[in-house]
């Protein structure tokens, strides 16, 4: 009876330790390790017009015709959110801010990387293509004067866009959001030599500055 109780425990941990053991397996390099051999052509078979003699076939034809498996249809599933959520965001895009999206946006690589993008705030966009060497810094003289400041302030204009003011003006020392972000309800605030200078936002548009 012992020998007995022994020898079945002896067969559980085998069972045990060979099931940790198993390897990750798909459907897919299963069938790329098949043993099954092929008929082959005039041998076989005969062969006859229009067929090519093909004994084999590529990995995307097997693909085809293979069940997804687990981590594929993960895979899938990832990509195809990732795919919805991109052009969710491309399609609520404020009017001012996509031309620069659209722009750049095959430099940009992975649709991960876009989603991030579209995600900045728009005055941080053209930072953040910079700093991806994308677009060349624009050059403006450390030694402008109060006057040449004081034309570019004077370019702003009613309905800009916020592109156009970091255009003219470039970024503001501070941004004030108020209410809800998506609304962008903004006042940027410029800095210069000790003079203060506010440019109000509704919607995304210049409404008005002091």
């Known amino acids: 009876m012992k020998m007995k109780m022994t020898f079945g425990l002896m067969t559980l941990m085998f069972s045990s330790v060979s099931c940790t053991m198993m390897p ?40 085809r015709r293979t069940p997804a498996s687990a981590y594929d249809r993960r895979d899938q599933l ?8 991109l052009r969710a965001l491309e399609s609520r895009q404020p009017e001012g801010s996509i031309e620069l999206y659209e722009k750049y946006k ?13 995600k900045l705030p728009v005055y941080e966009r053209k ?3 910079l700093s991806k060497g994308l677009i060349k810094t624009e050059a403006r003289s450390y030694l402008e004067t109060d006057e040449q400041f004081e034309q ?3 370019q702003v204009m009613l309905g ?17 959001v108020a209410g809800n972000p998506s609304f962008e309800n903004e006042r940027w605030l410029y ?15 210049v409404e008005g500055w002091d």
Do not use: C, W
Not at 24 to 29: A, E, M, P
Not at 106 to 118: H, R
Not at 160 to 176: C, I, Q, Y
């Open 24 to 63: 990750h397996r798909d459907y897919l390099s299963e069938m790329e390790h098949e043993e099954s051999s092929f008929y082959r052509p005039n041998e076989d078979f005969p062969v006859i017009g229009g067929d090519t003699g093909k004994i084999s076939e590529s990995r995307s034809e097997r693909r």
């Open 106 to 118: 095959n430099q940009l690589g992975s649709n991960s990387e876009k989603i991030y993008f579209l």
């Open 152 to 154: 570019r302030q004077g």
């Open 160 to 176: 800009m866009n916020k592109d156009d003011v970091m255009g003219t003006l470039g970024k503001p020392a501070r941004v004030e």
């Open 127 to 129: 930072d953040y293509l």
């Open 191 to 205: 800095q210069r030599n000790g003079a203060s200078k506010y440019i109000y936002f509704e919607s995304g548009r």
């Open 78 to 85: 990832t990509r195809d959110y990732l795919h919805d959520e």
